[in-house]
């Protein structure tokens, strides 16, 4: 019997030099140092004593960021997607209603992720560049009697910032759930989960936190827990929180095995949060809010239009600007990039063509990055007028 012959060749594999540009987009955002510095420490396992010393710290940080009391706080493997279906798929049923309060592409996403589950998706849908009213969301919530509701705290799609107080309230005069994405804004703008009575939140480690992407944070109240645990559905294995909460030693008397956690990027979590934790919240919401003010300011003086008319539905951590029609949107990111190494974004979703989007957020949220970003902007406008004469 002969030997199977080899069809290909090993791949010749070249390293390539790339330097790294000031990401001042929606995320991802530059890394702290010391987050950095944390990717290249040990590996750990289940079966050592600091892989459990990591669990509590993140957790413990996690209950601070959040504001939370509850127990049931831990991280997903994966980016934020896995956090919105993770929540999602355990809360919600199969024929079941899920609300969603619609305004950009995130939430088009989790109408998608539901649908998918078998869930009734009913959705409220007011302009891309608005938030809503509570008086906009009950007639629906008393219509419907969802079982939960869906909306986005900061949508980096639009550049909106949701105004969240009164609507846990809202939710429980009608036994909903609140559902919360918190991907963009969590460590830049302000978020009291159970002041505000949030039923269960997620966010990601890339935007304001300043870390890699791959790791999301995940939060359920005391509501969320009973449902979960008096629910009569399966939700996915991998994103099933009651065998998560057991791997995360979430009530202090489990070493479950569920699936192997990025030892990397557990590290690197809990040096995102210790740095949040060292400066504490009240003070990086300030330096993210003056930072963001100054941005603001420098562009309004240019001339720059603001996709988001209200200053106060405008998200601290992404700025959505729209461009005269006379600049393509692609060669103004292309020109800040090659002249100042500064990478922004177009937009996306339903602002795709009609904005760019500026981040100013985590380790770049500063008023000499916010000064640089400005500076780039006035001067890519003004070098792409007098290339075109």
Known sequence: ???????LEPPMIVDRQFKTPLFC?????????????????????????????????????LQYVFQTRSNLVLALSGSGHIGMETVISNLVAPGETLLIAARGLWDERASIVATRHGIKVEAIKIPMNATFSLEQIEPELRRLRPTALFITHGDSSTGTVQNLEGLGDLCRKYDALLLVDTVVSLGGVPFYMDEWKVDAVYSSSQKALSGPAGISPVAFSTRAEAKINSRTHESPFYFDVKLLAQQWNCY????????????????????CLKELCIETLPKSWARH????????????EFGFEFFVPKPEDRLPTV????????????KFIAYMRDNFGILVFGGL?????????????????????????????????????????
Not at 252 to 270: I, K, Q
Not at 289 to 300: E, I, Q, V, Y
Not at 319 to 330: F, H, Q, R, S
Not at 363 to 383: D, F, H, Q, R
């Open 1 to 7: 019997m002969s030997s199977p012959k080899m069809i």
């Open 25 to 61: 987009g929606p995320g991802p955002c530059n890394l702290w140092p010391s987050v950095q510095e944390a990717l290249s420490r040990p590996v750990i396992t289940p079966l050592c004593d600091e892989y459990f010393n990591v669990v509590d710290d993140i957790r413990k940080s």
């Open 252 to 271: 202090g008397n489990t070493r479950f095995y569920h699936h192997t956690l990025s030892p990397p990027l557990m590290w690197a979590l809990r040096s």
């Open 289 to 300: 809010a003056a930072a963001t003010a100054l941005l603001h300011k420098k562009l309004k």
């Open 319 to 330: 700025t959505t600007i729209v461009l005269p029609k006379e600049y393509p949107y692609p």
């Open 349 to 389: 979703g339903l602002t795709a063509g009609k904005t760019l989007r500026v981040g100013i957020m985590g380790v770049n949220s500063t008023l000499k990055t916010a000064e640089a970003v400005a500076n780039a902007m006035i001067n890519t406008m003004k070098g792409m007028k007098k290339s075109s004469l």
